[in-house]
């Protein structure tokens, strides 16, 4: 049974780092790209970060680059986000997901399973 479990969310001042983790269950992680999203109040749930399933490639949309980290240890089956220079834009929902047919480009569609999220709030 694929599960998939984000952790590491939390009040942070502007400017300021997060890590995000997510532990998968029920799968490898070098069988899925893999997908983090998130989801502002009152706004659509965007993609924000993936990583190939052979850990060869990184995507990140254009808000983040430069500023978040996408990265996965495969023994451990966790996948991480490193945010920093945090701004209040960022504050969200945060969450992991995988799809059969997702692949890690610029367009973040097809996931089919997700975890509950976890909450990043940046504010002073």
């Known amino acids: 049974q694929v599960q998939l479990a984000e952790s590491g969310g939390g009040l942070v001042r502007p400017g300021g780092s997060l890590r995000l983790s997510c532990a998968a269950s029920?799968?490898?992680?070098?069988?899925?790209?893999i997908g983090w999203f998130r989801q502002a109040p009152g706004k659509e749930r965007e993609g924000v970060s993936c990583?190939?399933?052979?850990?060869?490639?990184?995507h990140y949309v254009d808000d983040v680059k430069g500023r978040f980290t996408m990265s996965r240890d495969i023994a451990k089956s966790t996948v991480s986000l490193q945010m920093n220079s945090l701004k209040p834009d960022d504050t969200a929902v945060y969450y992991c997901?995988?799809?059969?047919?997702?692949?890690?480009?610029?367009?973040?569609?097809?996931?089919?399973?997700w975890g509950k999220g976890t909450l990043v709030t940046v504010s002073p």
């Open positions: 990583i190939s399933r052979s850990g060869s490639t990184t």
């Open positions: 029920g799968f490898r992680l070098d069988s899925y790209d």
């Open positions: 997901a995988i799809g059969t047919w997702f692949s890690c480009t610029e367009y973040y569609s097809g996931m089919d399973y």
